[in-house]
């Protein structure tokens, strides 16, 4: 295993996702709400590609619907097996059931390399370069 | 790429894949004026039907059209991605749960004109697809000659019904289709879909309120209308029949036949055409297909079931491809004995359905 650098932050916005693949493992890197995480793109159900995004309803009282965890809930296309993007755990049995998660580091870009440069005025055709040290 | 390229192993056998019309003006097109005016389409319609998703949502084929609707795409999707070397498409036109009897006769026939046309004609150079010829039981003279229609196609393997019924299976009223099936030899597979819709009779003493009772509760169907059959003498009257039981699971058949046996000893007065104990008449007439495999979380107790329901003769695979619980057959079922593997996946569809 070793720490790959999969994109910038601003390829991937809030509520979008970005697929790769990294050491022979299909991963989503997801941006919930700022935060990113990033899950095994395989269900343990049935191995299909875990890919859709969504909120889900909280446990309630019967009869109650409660909504939540806006952008925070995979549900598998297949079977609609519901996961915690934010820990991989999935929502109907979360100690026996999840996805493989990874550590996710969000490093500031190196600015990159560049000739100094400086200010330029033109005062009728002459071309002034003025030197601020 | 062929199916035999694909791996050194030998190719499984798909029971239960679904064909879907790219819209229903495909289908319109094989209907009289009258019909074609009035055909919208429909099912279960806003009864029961998957909250979140009725198909896979990555089986929307790349060149348009709904999932389940490009033969090609289904090629890559399904066949090639799973070697599988023939696929038996059960087209679910809705027809049975219609009060005007005639308009799901048209719609039965439309479907049947469009599969010929389609998936088990130009679209079958390679003879991947079988297919089953789709009836309206509610009216079984229709069905009878609908059946005498189709069956001479190469490409037909079996009749198709619906489990959703205002009869049991084993009542006479339906013999006409059993005599049409028994002349051409054609098993007749049950598919549930349209149990307690329209005309048809819930399996259940009440109306389940969500999606996941009625899902869950569609074994009741199955086992209801094996009972039928199986106390009515259908396997006496017509020893030629026989019976594919379809997307209702397989697990429920263990206690029920050890239920049925038990009374049969004591109640056999009743009924003395059926001239042996019932699971007796299984091997020879009934086949189960696996999805939606229900596997609990000991794979032991998994693997005893099997035993028990003698799936080793019993039991075929079927994925329901393209639908939400489709069963990956590579990773729906625990580890197999290869011997049990084989019978599932492809040695008793392949005896079933005559395919080699």
């Keep these: 295993m070793g720490k790959h650098k999969i994109g910038t932050t601003s ?98 870009a190196e600015e990159p390399p560049r000739a100094e440069t400086f200010p330029v005025e033109v005062v009728e055709e002459h071309i002034f370069v003025h030197i601020h040290r | 790429m ?13 029971c239960d894949v679904h064909p879907i019309p790219k819209s229903l003006d495909q289908i319109r097109q094989y209907m009289p004026k009258f019909w074609r005016d009035r055909f919208r389409g429909g099912g279960r319609g806003l009864f029961y039907g998957n909250p979140f998703h009725g198909m896979r949502q990555d089986a929307i084929p790349p060149d348009g059209g709904p999932a389940g609707s490009d033969p090609n795409f289904v090629r890559k999707q399904l066949i090639e991605e799973y070697n599988i070397k023939k696929a038996i498409l059960i087209p679910r036109e809705n027809s049975c749960q219609f009060p005007d009897l005639d308009f799901g006769n048209a719609i039965a026939s439309a479907y049947n004109e469009w599969i010929a046309d389609t998936w088990i004609g130009p679209d079958n150079p390679d003879g991947v697809f079988k297919s089953s010829i789709v009836i309206n039981h509610s009216d079984p003279i229709a069905a009878a000659k609908e059946i005498d229609r189709w069956a ?46 329209g005309i048809n009779i819930l399996p259940s003493p009440g109306n389940p309120s969500h999606y996941i009772e009625w899902h869950t509760c ?43 046996d038990m009374e049969y000893k ?9 001239k042996k104990r019932p699971s007796e008449y299984l091997r020879d007439h009934v086949r ?65 359905y005559r395919l080699d």
């Excluded at chain 1, 790769?20 to 890197?29: A, H, K, N, Q, T």
């Excluded at chain 2, 199916?3 to 050194?8: L, P």
């Excluded at chain 2, 196609?153 to 049409?180: C, W, Y």
């Design chain 1, 11 to 108: 390829e991937i916005q809030p509520g979008q996702r970005k697929i790769v693949f990294l050491e022979g493992l299909s991963i989503g890197v997801f941006n919930v709400n700022g935060r990113f995480y990033a899950m095994k793109n395989v269900c343990p159900h049935q191995q299909a590609p875990l890919c859709k995004v969504t909120g889900t309803t909280l446990p309630s009282k019967p009869g109650e619907f409660l909504y939540g965890r806006e952008g925070e809930i995979i549900r598998c296309p297949w079977h609609g097996w519901e996961f915690d993007l934010t820990d991989g755990r999935s929502i109907f049995d979360p100690h026996k059931c999840w996805v493989k998660t990874y550590d996710v580091e969000v490093e500031k």
């Design chain 2, 2 to 14: 062929t199916v035999q390229e694909n791996s050194g192993k030998p190719g499984i056998i798909d």
């Design chain 2, 152 to 197: 001479g196609h190469k490409h037909i393997v079996q009749v198709t019904t619906d489990s959703g019924a205002r009869f049991l299976m084993g009542h006479r009223n339906f013999h006409p289709i059993f005599e049409a099936c028994c002349r051409h030899n054609l098993p007749l597979a049950i598919h549930p879909g349209l149990d307690g819709i």
């Design chain 2, 218 to 260: 569609m074994s009741l169907s199955f086992m209801a209308h094996l009972v039928s059959l199986l106390t009515e003498g259908t396997f006496e009257r017509y020893p030629d029949l026989r019976i594919v039981l379809v997307e209702g699971s397989s697990t429920w058949i263990v206690p029920l036949m050890w239920r049925l």
């Design chain 2, 266 to 274: 004591a109640l056999r007065y009743e009924i003395p055409w059926v």
């Design chain 2, 288 to 352: 189960l297909t696996t999805q939606p495999l229900e596997r609990p979380d000991n794979d032991e107790d998994f693997l005893h079931m099997l035993r028990m329901m003698d799936a080793e003769h019993l039991l075929m695979f079927s994925s329901d491809y393209p639908h939400w619980d489709f069963d990956n057959p590579k990773a729906a079922f625990p580890k197999l004995p290869e011997k049990l593997y084989n019978r599932i996946f492809f040695e008793n569809a392949e005896q079933f």
